[in-house]
C-alpha cells in the first residue's frame, strides 16, 4: 500500500534561516506531488507541484521553492525564513485522476 | 483569485441531523471535485469525490451533490454523528495535476 511521509512534525525557525522540509512517499511510481500551505482564514493554498523529477511548477510567488530530486521525494525550501512563512505545510500525493492524499503536516513557526 | 469557494466558515448541527456543506466554484473546466475532512493537527483525509459527468454520489452516509450549471457543489452527512466534527474542504480539478482547495467549513456536531 502507499504511504508517505513528511517530516519534522513540528518545527521553529528564527527569521533569516534556512528551511528544508522532506517529504517521501512509498509504494507508488511517478505520483503528482503538492506542497500546500494552510493558514489562518486561508484554507490550503497550492504552493508547487510536480508531475515528474526535475519538474516544479509554483503557483504563487513566495519566498520559498521545491526540488524533487527524486521520482518520490518532494523538498519544500527557503534561504532566508520570513515572519509570514510561519503556518502548517502538508505534502500530498496522487496518481492521475485519483483523489489526493496527504502527509501529517508539519507545523512551521518563524520566531 | 478563489476559485473555489466555502462561503460558510462555520456550521453547527445536533446529532443525528443532517449536515449540509456547501461549495461553489468559478473555473468551468473543473471536471473532478472532491471533499476532505481535516483534524487539527493533521493532513486532510480523503472522503468522498465525484466526476463532472455525474451528479450525484452517494458512500454510506456521505452523499456529495454536483449541478454543474450553477457551479455548485454540496456534501451531505446524514444522520450527523459527533465524530464527524472536523474542518471539511471540498477541492476541484482539471487535468489532473492541480487540486484547487476552498476556504473550509468547520462543522461542530453538537451531542
Known amino acids: 500500500s502507499q504511504t508517505i511521509h513528511q517530516w519534522p512534525a513540528t518545527l521553529v525557525q528564527p527569521v533569516g534561516s534556512p528551511l528544508s522540509l522532506e517529504c517521501t512517499v512509498e509504494g507508488t511510481s511517478n505520483p503528482n506531488l503538492y506542497w500546500y500551505r494552510q493558514a489562518a482564514g486561508r484554507g490550503l493554498q497550492l504552493l508547487f507541484y510536480s508531475v515528474g523529477i526535475g519538474q516544479i511548477s509554483s503557483e504563487v510567488p513566495q519566498n520559498l521553492s521545491a526540488s524533487r530530486p527524486q521520482d518520490r521525494q518532494f523538498i519544500l525550501s527557503s534561504k532566508k525564513l520570513l515572519l509570514s512563512d510561519s503556518g502548517f505545510y502538508l505534502c500530498a500525493w496522487s496518481n492521475v485522476n485519483t483523489e489526493a492524499f496527504f502527509g501529517q503536516g508539519t507545523r512551521l513557526t518563524v520566531v | 483569485d478563489q476559485q473555489v469557494k466555502q462561503n460558510s466558515p462555520s456550521l453547527s448541527v445536533q446529532e443525528g441531523r443532517i449536515s449540509i456543506l456547501n461549495c461553489d466554484y468559478t473555473?468551468?473546466?473543473?471536471?473532478?471535485f472532491l471533499w476532505y475532512k481535516k483534524y487539527p493537527a493533521e493532513g486532510p483525509t480523503f472522503l468522498i469525490s465525484?466526476?463532472?459527468?455525474?451528479d450525484k454520489n452517494e458512500d454510506g452516509r456521505f452523499t456529495v451533490f454536483l449541478n454543474k450549471s450553477a457551479k455548485h457543489l454540496s456534501l451531505h452527512i446524514v444522520p450527523s454523528q459527533p465524530g464527524d466534527s472536523a474542518v471539511y474542504f471540498c477541492a476541484a480539478s482539471f487535468g489532473a495535476n492541480n487540486l484547487f482547495f476552498g476556504t473550509g467549513t468547520r462543522l461542530t456536531v453538537i451531542p
Open positions: 473555473n468551468s473546466m473543473f471536471d473532478y
Open positions: 465525484i466526476s463532472s459527468i455525474k
